[in-house]
């Protein structure tokens, strides 16, 4: 095949002579991949070939080695390591010379796809000569300044994808000295600086042992704020991104810097470039954020200061905050019509936010005099920028500082809500909504029954505003609303103005003068928070009239008319708000005396739920899923009559390991189920835990979703008892499979010990609903794993990183194995003895749950020591 | 115009995040239930009260029989046990929740260490009861099984109130005397509190747990609309001299009927136990010697007993205590059946102490018992209300017992407030 007359064909405009060549390259790489990798790789290289089929080729050889998916990636991986090494060689070469090429996009193309290969074999400890090479190519004196800037960058990729414990110190060094020289001003130009200082950004993580050397730091640290300074705004926005990373990591180091990066900074933010400026503020940002981090550390631990805590934040201040209050009033006109723009007054607030988290009080003299000097001027940048200071210092100082003032400003915020500019409403509604997040609670009295009728008379008017402004307004309606919730009685304060309330947001919602569905997603979620709120049965009367409506609104969704994709995309977000705000009536309402609202309508709601998924043919919808959960659960037995017709929507969610969620959702209403149906769930257990069993070896499953299958096992356990007995074969397994991986997995990091707990919990929970659900007929098939999991739990017992969860969890699976074997474990209790220390260690907890859960299991493990 | 660095999320995009929200609250939601599935699959669940309404029925002799025929059984039986009691309806209901109270013996001997081992209280004059609360309803059960009162209260899911504290389904039980004239419950003991059963824990631990739990709860409070009565705690305490005067001579909201006396180290123990003792003089109850049918005092000591086979009449321990019998004639004449209770009267010309055993010897038929009667006297009562007629155990022998241990200091305070 003539792979370049393929790969051009590829990118012809013509659909047919596309799809062609793409299924011929497609066979091509199926039927010998070696080769198909080899021949991309000459094509890249040769200079004689066009540029666009020379960009597909390299394009191609990247997707051959990476892939977003990880299982992809270790399959892919998996075939690289195959091809025979005599052509692995001969491809790594044609890089190499590539980086040489006078076409840009083919050294380009080659230095991702040189990172891509070593990305795969450095970690394995192959391809070592490739470091080498590439400093070869910078230190030879004639070396044209093109291939000099793509060994660069090749440089900085392979950094970037490979563990700073892949690469041998005096590499390290090597690396770092090359591209240290390659950023020097007098001796390169532009391109090869500006390749050398990203290099350095991707290099920093490696560069560890330099930087604890105080020479090696002063000299890099030198060489970085002189590039700061640079006369292109490219090269200086590019150092200042690497002053942000240092700052993050190495904040410990960099005091005898801060000085210097103080006056940089401050300059930058002042005078430079937005796009060096917004890196400027950013580094003071990523200092706030390391200063709040070390505070929380400091706060959970009694040993004091054991992390070096500089309070460089503090000791700017009294400059930075200066600084930083000049970036408010450089407002773009159209900033407010995009969600999560990003500008030097957002950029700059933001900062002033994390300042405010770091010293809390002291931030407030600094800036409430700007406040007082703009706040009324009429002139909207100022009025505006007072405003936008006052909201972003609403978190970090405490409550007794603030109140007066919110106390004092309340009135002038509210009357500001009618300010003709819409910027200054829309940052005014904002800020009116961090208050009442912040600062609003059942024991605050920045609201009280003397300012609430006015500033829901505001709100409820002003959620009319242009849509920028009725979205801010739903914000604030949302936490004035959830400041009440927990407060018990005094959730009622609002019920003279909910069905006020109810119809605004219902009518939000269906505003039409909006570019996108946020106003309306906007005002379904605050519904939500309105919902969980009202107090019922006071207001049972209104929940059950909006339930209706909602219902009726779900009902015309299925009447849209679908012509795109986007039409698509618009019904499916809908009826994702609309299960929402049934699911949450039904949570709401459960447990109360206005049960039988829900009851009354639980055939309508499942009709529209079925509905909802006939709709989407491939995935089922997850709010669908979690309001049927609690359909379920509320229904009772009831439910049994929908699982027929359910069950299959069911299975398919239980299926859907490509969306997660879906899936995870899927699990947990499974559980909902068992605990309505009880023994009436059998029929369908078949089906449910084949699924389950199959998603437990899925490869593919993000691991998220096992922990909460194997507690489903014992949902299932426990509605099914006996019955339970034909799986086991299958769950025990699984679960000692999963008990040992639990104990193999490496703690590296803080979201695999949260995992290692979810697993173990979760195992628990399985052997809990076992063991119980067997208790009364089949407890004696559980005694030859009695051994195991007394060792399990006891090995979980020693593990310093169990929380409390696993605790709670093995501490009840404990009772329940005492109390269902009984007597048959008296021995295998009397030997190991550390059931004895650990409830010793949950009597200590202030958690009443444990302790209780700990009493319970002390008087089962009695109970068999002395039976 | 450049997008905010990947991390930093620009501080005026509205907060609002529903949706994850919504799905952590379900998740929580749902591992609530799961554990409350478990725990109620832990034995320390709902069926209590699940059992459903009684129908008011005073109890016929008919069942009575039956009755102690339930109790007979339940001999080995240390703990409530709900799976069992789910399958019972009406009257068997009742029968059930009769055997379930920890029944003090009455003190006929001051037991060892009373002072360091002990607990004593005053007993306030009542009705004792069970009180259960959960899924929004309480509930109080006499000791015969029937239903004394069905009201809201503050107690965990006790009212139909929006409680966020834990699944409705949890049930406590309380322990309790109710005292008519404040209409309050005192609580002597807490038998399993939101689930969790207190049985295999020992009454030193039962008693802080009382105390600390029942105040988290608005259960001591005025009553409301939703917590029609107020329960109290009983001040209990340790039983030195102090504890002993405080219990004994001490000022309390309600009317003494005798002193209580717990073991420190027993657990909650259904049926009749040694660990609890009851004992009174006239200083602290009104009601020391046993009353007739009538609610008087007769002349000669009265008891109940249970009719068996052979003819010899029992108390209520396990194994039952033969005291005396009843000649053929008076069962035929009154038509007495096995298992009925009767009240007899006590001659002291025919008492006679055997190898320690107290034998009423011959015994005259008064009549039967009042109906709602569950059970025949203990042995323990039957001795203390024979010694209360002759020769009683005073305060002072307790307060003798307590100062012949060498550990007690202070030893003159309670002689001297006692001479006044």
């Known amino acids: 095949m003539e792979i370049t007359q393929a790969l051009l064909a590829a990118q012809s405009p013509d659909g047919q002579i596309r799809t062609v060549a793409e299924s011929n390259l497609k066979q091509f790489q199926e039927q010998n991949l070696p080769h198909f990798l080899l021949s991309l790789s000459a094509e890249l290289a040769n200079e004689q070939k066009p540029p666009e089929s020379r960009r597909l080729a390299g394009i191609l050889l990247k997707n051959s080695l990476d892939a977003k998916d990880s299982f992809r990636k270790e399959q892919l991986t998996k075939q690289w390591v195959a091809v025979d090494p005599a052509i692995k060689s001969q491809i790594k070469e044609a890089l190499l010379t590539t980086l040489a090429s006078p076409v840009s996009d083919a050294r380009s193309t080659s230095s991702q796809v040189i990172a891509k290969v070593a990305s795969i074999e450095i970690p394995r400890k192959e391809w070592q000569d490739l470091i080498g090479k590439l400093l070869a190519n910078m230190t030879t004196k004639e070396t044209p300044a093109s291939l000099k800037q793509a060994t660069l960058q090749s440089l900085g990729y392979v950094c970037e994808e490979i563990s700073p414990s892949d690469l041998e110190q005096d590499q390290v060094n090597a690396v770092l000295t090359a591209v240290v020289q390659g950023m020097n001003q007098s001796e390169h130009g532009f391109e090869v600086r500006l390749a050398a200082v990203t290099a350095l950004y991707n290099a920093l993580d490696f560069a560890q042992t330099n930087f604890e050397n105080e020479m090696e730091r002063n000299y890099i640290m030198k060489v970085i704020c002189e590039t700061a300074v640079s006369k292109e705004p490219e090269i200086r926005q590019a150092a200042f991104e690497c002053l942000v990373s240092i700052a993050s990591i190495y904040y410990g180091l960099l005091e005898p810097y801060m000085q210097t990066l103080f006056n940089l900074t401050a300059n930058a933010i002042r005078g430079d470039e937005e796009q060096v400026a917004l890196q400027a503020i950013e580094f003071w940002s990523t200092v706030c954020d390391e200063e709040i981090a070390i505070q929380e550390e400091c ?348 069950f299959r929507h069911l299975e398919r969610g239980l299926q859907n390991f490509e969306e997660y969620q879906v899936c995870s959702i899927s699990v947990g209403v499974v559980g909902d189920i068992c605990r309505a149906l009880d023994d009436k769930v059998l029929p369908y257990c078949d089906g449910i835990m084949s699924v389950l069993l199959k998603d437990l070896s899925n490869a593919v499953l993000h691991r998220s979703v096992k922990p909460p299958i194997f507690s489903c096992f014992g949902d299932i356990a426990l509605a099914i008892g006996e019955h339970f007995e034909k799986y086991l074969p299958y769950v025990i397994p699984m679960l000692q499979g999963a008990a040992e991986l639990s104990a193999q997995i490496e703690c590296t990091d803080e979201d695999t010990e949260e995992y290692v707990n979810q697993l173990r919990r979760g195992i628990f929970e399985a052997y809990s609903g076992i063991l119980q659900g067997f208790k009364s007929a089949k407890a004696d098939l559980m005694l030859p794993y009695a051994g195991h999991l007394l060792q399990f739990t006891e090995a979980v017992f020693k593990d310093k990183n169990r929380d409390e969860g696993v605790t709670k969890a093995a501490v009840a699976m404990l009772g329940d194995l005492a109390d269902a074997l009984g007597p048959n474990l008296k021995l295998l209790f009397r030997d190991c003895t550390f059931h004895a220390e650990f409830l010793g260690e949950c009597f200590q907890s202030d958690d009443d749950q444990l302790r209780e859960t700990a009493t319970w299991t002390q008087g089962m493990i009695r109970r068999v020591l002395v039976s | 115009m450049a997008p905010p660095p990947d991390h930093r999320r620009p501080i005026k995009r509205v907060a609002i995040s529903d949706q994850q929200r919504r799905r952590e609250l379900a998740l929580r939601v749902q591992a609530d239930r799961r554990s409350d599935a478990q725990n109620r699959a832990r034995q320390l669940a709902s069926s209590v009260l699940s059992l459903g309404p009684v129908t008011e029925v005073e109890p016929e002799l008919e069942q009575e029989q039956e009755m102690s025929d339930a109790s007979d059984q339940s001999g080995g039986r240390t703990e409530l046990d709900p799976v069992r009691a789910a399958s019972l309806r009406g009257p068997e209901v009742r029968r059930w929740f009769a055997t379930q109270l920890m029944l003090p013996e009455w003190m006929v001997d001051v037991p060892p260490l009373l002072d360091s081992d002990w607990y004593v209280f005053p007993r306030p004059s009542g009705k004792r009861c069970f009180v259960v609360s959960s899924n929004g309803t309480t509930v109080s059960r006499l000791r015969n099984g029937s239903i004394l009162h069905r009201f809201p209260s503050s107690l965990p899911n006790g009212a139909r109130t929006k409680d966020v504290s834990g699944p409705s389904s949890s049930y406590s039980i309380l322990d309790c005397i109710f005292h008519e004239a404040d209409e309050t419950y005192y609580v002597i003991d807490m038998v399993c509190w939101r689930g969790y059963s ?49 219990a004994y001579l001490g000022q309390v909201s309600y009317v003494k009927d005798g002193l209580l006396f717990y073991n420190k180290h027993a657990h909650y123990q259904a049926g009749n136990t040694p660990l609890a003792l009851v004992w009174k003089d006239n200083v602290c109850s009104q009601y020391v010697l046993d009353t007739d049918n009538q609610g008087q005092i007769p002349s000669q000591q009265q008891v109940v007993l249970e009719l068996q086979n052979d003819g010899s009449l029992t108390t209520s321990d396990d194994p039952p205590v033969a005291l005396g019998c009843l000649s053929r004639d008076m069962i035929a004449q009154y038509g007495l059946r096995v298992g009925n209770l009767v009240r007899v009267e006590v001659r002291d010309d025919s008492v006679k102490l055997v190898d320690g055993k107290l034998d009423l010897g011959d015994l005259q038929l008064v009549g039967k018992p009042n109906r709602s009667r569950a059970f025949a006297d203990t042995y323990s009562k039957v001795l203390f209300q024979y010694a209360a007629r002759r020769a009683p155990l005073r305060i002072e022998d307790l307060v003798a017992s307590i100062q012949s241990n060498p550990s007690v200091e202070n030893s003159q305070a309670l002689d001297i407030e006692m001479e006044g």
């Open chain 1, 299 to 646: 706060a959970g631990s009694d040993e004091g200061n054991s992390v070096l805590h500089f309070r460089f934040v503090e000791k700017a201040l009294h400059v930075l905050v200066p600084v930083l209050l000049e970036t408010l009033l450089k407002q773009e006109e159209d900033q407010d019509q995009e969600d999560g723009v990003w500008n030097l007054s957002m950029a700059g607030g933001t900062c002033l936010g994390l300042v405010a988290c770091t010293v809390g009080d002291a931030v407030v003299p600094l800036v409430m005099p700007f406040v007082q000097a703009n706040i009324t001027k009429s002139e909207w940048r100022s009025h505006e920028a007072a405003t936008f200071a006052f909201g972003s210092i609403l978190e970090g100082p405490s409550v007794d500082k603030l109140a007066p003032m919110v106390h004092n400003g309340l009135d002038f915020l509210l009357s500001a809500m009618k300010d003709p500019s819409s910027h200054v409403r829309d940052t005014t509604a904002w800020t009116l909504s961090r208050i009442f997040e912040i600062l609003h609670s059942p024991s605050s009295t920045i609201i009280d029954n003397s300012n609430l009728p006015k500033i829901m008379s505001v709100l409820l008017e002003s959620i009319r505003d242009v849509p920028n402004v009725a979205e801010k307004v739903c914000g604030a309606i949302y936490f004035l609303a959830q400041g009440y919730e927990d407060a018990g009685p005094s959730s009622s304060v609002l019920t003279p103005y909910l069905g006020n309330i109810i119809a605004a947001l219902l009518s939000t919602a269906d505003r039409t003068d909006v570019s996108s569905n946020r106003l309306s997603s906007s005002a379904y979620e605050t519904l939500n928070e309105i919902v969980r709120c009202s107090s019922i049965p006071e207001n049972a009367n209104m929940i059950a009239q909006l339930l209706h409506e909602i219902l009726k609104r779900l009902g015309q969704t299925m009447e849209m008319e679908i012509v795109s994709s986007d039409d698509k995309e618009r019904q499916s977000n809908l009826q994702a708000l609309l299960c929402g705000v049934i699911q949450v009536i039904i949570q709401t309402l459960n447990g109360s005396e206005s049960l039988p609202v829900i009851l009354q309508s639980a055939d309508q709601m499942m009709v529209m739920f079925l509905r909802v998924f006939a709709c989407h043919s491939s995935t089922v919808h997850e709010e669908a899923m979690l309001a049927i959960g609690a359909l379920a659960y509320t229904t009772g037995p009831e439910f049994a009559k929908y699982m027929p017709e359910f």
């Open chain 2, 198 to 246: 207190l049985y295999d824990c020992t009454a030193e631990f039962r008693f802080f747990w009382l105390n600390s739990k029942l105040s988290e709860t608005g259960a001591s409070d005025p009553p409301s609309q939703y917590h029609r009565y107020r329960f109290n705690v009983v001040q209990i305490y340790e039983c030195n001299l102090i504890g002993l005067q405080a």
